[in-house]
């Protein structure tokens, strides 16, 4: 039977015995004259109401009757005389059934032996009772009526008022199941409920979660009551009862609600969500009535509703915490798994990130297909190489997460081998690099899941910056991270009050130390006097866009100090350095140009410096730059020139007037014939190509002399001095003046 189709079948034997044996109706006779008690006794023998025979019950006074009432809460009237010790007695009485005890479903039909001692209209607004009757007045025929009609209205309120009960447990039940979501709680509460709606107190219910394809005798028990409680997490096999498990399986192959003496069942299913189905076993021990059936049928629909509920539930979690793609966990899945685990499962877990590197650039490259099936392979890749028990989740169009608590070694040199192996791809072997960082969980015992990952991610960044391919996470690393972001507010209002200076520091002719130059080398202090160097402010103002103004404002200052030292009689050029990022922003090219002449300035009194590396990466859009300010006559010097070799393929067309040959080169001068190789190189470059050479770092007279004999003729370093405060320059200069 499927949900839509009438929820209740009986079966044919099953209906006899749905109510339980026939009881006779209770009449109460309160009465202190035994005469006419008596006489009631035998008018009511042979009253038969829907059925039914009636029963009488005698009390002598109203404190025996009070009694009488409180232990049978059935019966259906009482009649009651007036006056019995006193002339209240028997209203006092109505009083307590009513307002005491609480029974407002009997019928009180007040009898009076004197007409006249309380008058019936006053009586019946007072009190409420639901007849009132002087016995002389009463024929037995009337009694009987009046008997009768008042037993039918008391069975009808009766049922009434069990229904409204009835009906208030389901909607309690309802609402005490809808806000479970998960399975085990929901399904614990439905049987939870049931038992209450029923008032089960032998027996039990449990519910089984039938499985596809699977024996009825294998569907696990997923929540269970009373004496079936030890059975949660076995299979129907473990059911004791031969005749339960009978049952079972004739409601698991139908498909339908089955009631028996005894026991019912009842199916429901969530097919459409999630293909699941379940069969519901209570056990009453006794039939149920034709009311309870009702209530159960009203609730079951609740609980099928329920059980679509828990399956969409689950579905949108599904949704939520997996990847759309390759249908494995996700980030937010990841965040809930590091929130779950304990301290102890912490001590052995580790956090793998593995970032595809430059995944942004395959795509324009080849398209998000192309992406698609490479993330797939990856993963498949991955699954292949790792032990099962750790977890792949993607946490990033380019990013997987790895959790793991294994013993499988997963350093340095299992990433190296692993990423070695090329990735097929539409038949075709691709290789891919990845940037892999790990932290282990063991150090951060009181984070937060979020700042787990993050760390993981942020040690990813740190990982490029350092150009590493595999990094582990250390706490050093955070503090890192806070003092550059304290430092960087402190950078942004220190460019705003223009709290940086420069320094100059002479170049030399290295055979006489005569002063050909400087360069304006930025210089920042802190109010409380703390200097910051650039080796820490400059890749910070890099990164964090504030680079171009702070540029711009040690040019500014450079200019100033081309006055001054004009005015004292010095005309050198002044260099000055600037980042890549400063010569691909046209707006900072044209200002640059504005500001130079706003100052006064020729173009040939100043020389950029741009580093090798930084002139290399974006070289066709630097360049045009470049060849600019060479034909506005201004030098450009190649920085920190050697490294890597890097500019070495543009060589021929390298727009530049001057080579600095690196301050490590110097420094290996007499110690690395590889070294010295390097800076002859550069010298016949110069020559060739007819770029001036400058030798930077230079520290002592060996470095000077070696340089001079391999035909170097330029240089900078402390040897010559440290870079200066302008009027130290100024000092400095009239010295060396040629
Ligand atoms: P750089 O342009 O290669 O500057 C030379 C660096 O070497 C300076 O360090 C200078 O003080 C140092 N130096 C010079 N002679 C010697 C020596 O004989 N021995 C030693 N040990 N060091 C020497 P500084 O001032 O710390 O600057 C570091 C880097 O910061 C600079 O390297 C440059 O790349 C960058 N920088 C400095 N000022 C600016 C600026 O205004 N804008 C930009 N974009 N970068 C700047
Ligand atoms: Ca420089
Ligand atoms: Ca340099």
Redo the contacts with the bound molecule.
């Keep these: 039977m499927s949900l839509d189709g009438p929820l209740f079948d009986f079966k044919p034997e099953a209906e006899t015995s749905i109510e339980p044996a026939q009881q006779c109706w209770k009449i109460l006779s309160v009465e202190d004259d035994a005469g006419y008690q008596a006489s009631l006794i035998f008018a009511l023998d042979s009253l038969e109401v829907l059925g039914r025979g009636t029963e009488l019950l005698c009390a002598r006074s109203a404190f025996d009757a009070a009694q009488i009432i409180a232990h049978n809460p059935d019966i259906s009237v009482i009649l009651l005389d007036v006056v019995m010790e006193d002339d209240e007695a028997g209203l006092r009485l109505v009083r307590t059934i009513r307002d005491v005890i609480g029974n407002a479903e009997v019928r009180i039909i007040l009898l009076t032996g004197q007409p006249g001692m309380a008058p019936r209209q006053d009586i019946m607004h007072r009190y409420d009772i639901d007849d009132y009757w002087c016995k002389s007045e009463l024929t037995n025929d009337h009694l009987l009526t009046i008997i009768t009609s008042n037993i039918r209205t008391w069975d009808h309120l009766t049922q009434l008022t069990r229904a409204r009960q009835g009906l208030q447990m389901v909607i309690d039940a309802s609402q005490a199941i809808s806000s479970k979501r998960d399975i085990a709680s929901f399904t614990h509460t439905v049987l939870l409920e049931i038992g209450h709606i029923l008032g089960i107190e032998k027996g039990g219910i449990l519910c089984t979660l039938l499985q596809a394809q699977c024996e009825a005798d294998d569907a696990t028990i997923l929540a269970a009551t009373e004496e079936f409680t030890n059975l949660v997490g076995h299979t129907v096999k473990s059911i004791e009862s031969s005749e339960l498990r009978q049952a079972f399986h004739q409601a698991a192959t139908r498909r339908e609600h089955c009631f028996l003496d005894g026991y019912s069942l009842f199916y429901f299913n969530s097919t459409e969500i999630d293909k699941r189905e379940y069969l519901i076993l209570i056990e009453t021990r006794r039939p149920l009535l034709s009311g309870e059936v009702n209530l159960l049928q009203v609730f079951s629909e609740n609980i099928s509703t329920g059980f679509t509920n828990v399956a969409l539930y689950n579905r949108l979690t599904e949704l939520a915490y997996s990847d759309p793609l390759l249908c494995i966990p996700n980030r937010n899945w990841l965040m809930r798994e590091l929130d779950n685990m304990s301290q102890t499962d912490r001590q052995q877990a580790e956090l793998i990130v593995l970032e595809i590197d430059d995944f942004t650039d395959i795509g324009i490259a080849f398209g998000e297909p192309f992406c698609n099936e490479l993330l797939y392979c990856l993963y498949r890749q991955l699954v292949s190489a790792l032990s099962p028990d750790i977890v792949i989740a993607r946490i990033d169009h380019d990013a997987f997460a790895l959790l793991t608590s294994s013993a499988q070694s997963l350093d340095q040199a299992f990433f190296a081998q692993f990423l070695s192996q090329p990735l097929i791809i539409a038949d075709a072997e691709h290789r891919i690099a990845a940037t892999v960082t790990v932290v282990a969980l063991r150090l951060q015992p009181n984070r937060k899941p979020e700042q787990i990952l993050r760390l993981a991610e942020s040690t990813v960044e740190t990982a490029h910056k350092q150009k590493l391919g595999y990094l582990a996470y250390n706490p050093g690393f955070e503090e890192d991270i806070a003092s550059r972001y304290a430092l960087l507010s402190e950078l942004r209002s220190a460019l705003s009050r223009e709290q940086f200076y ?2 100059l ?1 002479p170049k030399v002719r290295l055979s006489d130390k005569k002063l050909l130059g400087f ?5 920042w202090t802190l109010p409380d006097g703390q200097q910051i ?3 820490q402010f ?1 890749p910070l ?2 990164t964090s866009g504030l ?1 171009g103004k ?2 711009q404002l ?1 040019l500014l200052q450079t200019c100033r100090a081309l006055h001054e030292l004009k005015a004292a009689g010095i005309e050198v050029p002044i260099a ?4 890549s990022s ?1 010569l691909t922003e046209p707006k900072f090219f044209n200002r640059m140009l504005k500001l130079i002449e706003d100052a006064g300035i020729s173009p040939s009194q100043l020389e950029l ?1 741009i ?1 090798e590396t930084q002139a290399v990466k974006d070289y066709s859009r630097i360049s045009p730059s470049l060849r600019k300010l060479i034909a506005l006559g201004m030098g450009v010097s190649i ?2 020139f050697g490294i890597g070799y890097s500019s070495l393929s543009h060589i021929t067309d390298l727009a530049a007037t001057t080579l ?1 040959i690196d ?1 490590s080169f110097v420094d290996r001068l007499g110690h690395s014939r590889a070294d010295e190789q390097v800076v002859d190189m550069i010298l016949r470059l110069g020559e060739c190509f007819g770029f001036t050479i400058i030798a ?4 002592t007279e060996q470095q000077r002399t070696a340089l001079m004999n391999r035909g170097c003729q330029m240089g ?4 010559f001095a ?2 200066m405060p302008l009027p130290q320059a100024i000092e400095w200069a009239r010295t060396h003046i040629q």
């Design positions: 420069v320094e520091q360069e304006a080398l930025a210089r160097p650039p080796s400059i103002a890099e680079i702070l540029d040690v000055f350095n600037v980042s400063d410096e580093t920085d920190d600095k301050k930077e770092g230079i520290e900078q370093g402390f040897l440290r870079p």
